[in-house]
């Protein structure tokens, strides 16, 4: 205390504005944020470890329940790098289904992280009506992979399952389905007052201090950066598939829901893309040589990029596997973004990054 | 002696008490499940703000150890003892004519905002960081929506009383039988902008979306209440949906106090039905509509429009 009017402010690391535990310790002044203190290591399970004790099949199963949102993305870029790391090229078809799979995900992904904004807010028919909307996407996902959140689309060598015609058709219906409604939301994250003067100037993060921090994926793009593994390293089919790369220049939690929204229109389009021009033949291709090697993927997630490293000795179980998740970028920018808030927006400026605090830990 | 123990009826059966909150459970449900249907969910059913308040009565009372003891048992009873007090207050047109003839304006002006002093008493009293925040929050929310509440019955009373001739009229009865006469307020074009900012001092006074600020769960937990529980928990949620029917039937008695006709039963459902009426136009629909504020924000809200609406009232008042 020290005889200023300041105190501290416990928040979580169970709180009803996060999805997942994380602490932070506040000192609060009135109503306004001083110092922000994070502690995390709640949901630590481990996974590296785990990992280097399972063959690479097992793996692909492990790292998918890394975390559920952006799950697809862990499956897939572990695909990436073990078949780097084996020398192995994937089949055509193959390609252009990964992206399908991650493209469905990120529009999830997005979907749900502006209807938990709406949450925070206390905006209850929002965020119904944003969920309601992402159930197509979930519906999707089941009627194609059989899964509502962990689809295991992606295996070593390729894909798992195919999307035949009937499939196909069923998805460009649910798109056509769900692209107008998705037009709606984001006019309504763009105008509505109440969303507007919510998140508006909420969580700045300047230019500057967004390359210094090394911030990645949707917050990189909301603070104007052109940041995009697609377009960056291209991977899978996304090197043959025309999109925009979408920035925001309001460095505000209000241009990161705009960069998530207007995304999902690339990924609608990049879907189609797919499903027009996904050539026939296999979907997986033979396992290479297991030998002494290592290897790196990258991928983007949802929430940004993912790395992957590997070490293989020549055996099935893999000698080092390692990840390092978008979230584990963005979180530093947290100081910057709460510099001064108000303990009002500490929960929204937290959602604004899309925290993924299971990825985080591992 | 009897006068005294029809006051005390008045304040237990009807209009306070039973009757009161009878009526405000009954909105508190259709409200739940008019957001509901708003948001395509089924919503409760109608009797589940009864077992609510039902199940909470058969709790343990839990007590913090760093909580002030009797401070903080205090708060509930005082929000529900007031509140059932000034629903004896509340005249029901055709009905019930108020429970005093003199002053009773100024009475239930003095009587509302105790439920907002007991939960600020009750957080204070709980030692809660949480709770403090709420309470600072609570604090500021009752300075912005009573500055514009005073303004507008000092309007009601200021037009009342010079029509006939008193200067200023605080008897609700009498300022009821002069809308018998006149016609009601609601429809008068200079107390227009004082109905108006009664509509907006509604969700702010019973802390519903876009004001549920001092409570807003994702921010502070529940705020004043985190700490409460139980039969305590429960005193509060009643003296607040008793609060729903004293500032709904204060709305209605100052604005649209019409009767249809001389049978008191069909007055009373008639009552009820413009309360209901007031209710969704002002809480429901507003909730499903909207976010929620930040303090500074609601309280410059609250200055900016119901405030000078109010104020705009008062001054055509005055110079007409």
Not at chain 2, 15 to 30: D, I, Q, R, T
Not at chain 2, 145 to 160: G, H, T, W
Request: glycine share 6%; hydrophobic share 50%; net charge neutral.
């Amino acid at each position: 205390m020290s005889g200023t009017k300041t105190f501290s402010m416990p928040l979580g690391p169970v709180h009803v504005a996060l999805e997942e535990p994380v602490y932070f310790n506040l000192t609060v002044e009135g109503e306004i944020v001083r110092k922000t203190h994070l502690t995390s290591g709640h949901v630590h399970r481990g996974m590296e470890a785990l990992a280097m004790r399972r063959n690479i099949f097992q793996n692909a199963t492990l790292v998918e329940r890394v975390c559920s949102l952006c799950s697809n993305s862990h499956s897939f870029t572990y695909a990436m790098v073990v078949e780097n790391a084996l020398c192995m090229h994937i089949p055509e078809r193959a390609r252009y289904l990964r992206v399908i799979a991650e493209e469905t995900k990120r529009i999830a992904s997005h979907l749900f992280n502006t209807a938990i904004q709406a949450h925070i807010i206390g905006f209850h028919s929002l965020f119904m009506h944003v969920m309601e909307v992402r159930e197509l996407m979930q519906d999707m996902k089941e009627t194609v992979y059989g899964n509502r959140m962990n689809i295991a689309a992606n295996c070593v060598g390729g894909a798992k399952q195919d999307i035949n015609l009937k499939k196909q058709e069923y998805i460009l219906k649910q798109l056509e389905l769900i692209e107008p409604q998705i037009r709606e939301i984001q006019d309504i994250y763009a105008n509505d007052p109440m969303v507007h003067t919510r998140t508006y100037g909420l969580g700045l993060l300047p230019v500057d201090d967004a390359i210094a921090l090394g911030v990645v994926g949707p917050v990189a793009r909301g603070s104007g950066i052109t940041d995009d593994c697609r377009k960056d390293s291209p991977y899978a089919a996304y090197g043959d598939l025309d999109f925009n790369v979408i920035t925001e220049t309001g460095c505000c939690a209000w241009s990161r829901v705009q960069v998530r929204l207007r995304e999902c229109y690339e990924s609608l389009s990049l879907i189609r893309q797919c499903i027009d021009r996904m050539p026939e033949g296999d979907i997986r291709a033979p396992l290479g040589k297991l030998t002494v090697n290592s290897a790196v993927a990258r991928t983007e997630a949802p929430r940004g990029e993912v790395f992957y490293f590997i070490r293989t000795n020549g055996t099935d179980v893999p000698e080092r596997l390692k990840w390092r998740v978008p979230s584990y970028m963005n979180w530093e920018a947290l100081s910057v973004m709460m510099k001064d808030c108000n303990v009002a927006d500490v929960a929204l400026i937290t959602n604004s990054i899309d925290p993924c605090v299971s990825c985080t830990e591992r | 002696m009897l006068d005294t123990i029809l006051a005390i009826l008045h304040m237990c059966i009807f209009p306070g008490g039973v009757f009161a909150l009878a009526v405000a459970l009954f909105f508190k449900a259709l409200d739940r499940r008019i957001a509901a249907r708003v948001q395509r969910r089924v919503g409760p059913p109608l009797i589940q703000p009864v077992l609510d308040i039902a199940k909470l009565l058969t709790k343990e009372t839990l007590i913090p150890r760093t909580a002030h003891r009797a401070a903080f048992i205090m708060a509930p009873v005082l929000a529900f003892t007031g509140m059932a007090v000034c629903a004896a207050f509340i005249p029901v047109p055709g009905v019930y004519s108020g429970l005093t003839n003199m002053g009773d304006l100024l009475v239930i002006l003095y009587l509302l905002p105790i439920p907002a002093i007991a939960l600020m008493l009750g957080a204070a009293a709980s030692s809660n960081t949480f709770s403090s925040v709420g309470f600072s929050r609570e604090m500021l929310m009752t300075l912005a929506y009573e500055l514009p509440l005073i303004m507008i019955l000092l309007a009601v009373a200021m037009l009342v009383g010079k029509e006939t001739g008193v200067g200023a009229e605080f008897s609700l009865a009498n300022i009821l039988s002069y809308q018998a006469a006149n016609g009601s307020l609601g429809f008068h074009p200079v107390m227009l902008p004082a109905f108006v900012a009664y509509m907006i001092f509604l969700p702010g006074t019973m802390g519903v979306a876009p004001f549920d600020i001092p409570e807003a769960e994702q921010e502070v937990l529940e705020g004043p209440l985190l700490e409460y529980g139980g039969p305590l928990l429960a005193l509060y949620q009643i003296g607040s949906a008793l609060k729903t029917f004293v500032v709904l039937g204060l709305g209605v008695a100052l604005f649209f106090p019409g009767t249809l006709c001389d049978f008191w039963p069909v007055n009373l459902v008639w009552f009820v039905v413009k309360c209901f009426l007031l209710m969704l136009v002002t809480l429901t629909v507003v909730k499903a509509a909207t976010g929620r504020f930040r303090i500074d924000q609601a309280f410059w809200f609250y200055i900016k429009f119901p405030a000078v609406l109010a104020l705009i009232s008062l001054v055509l008042v005055w110079w007409l």
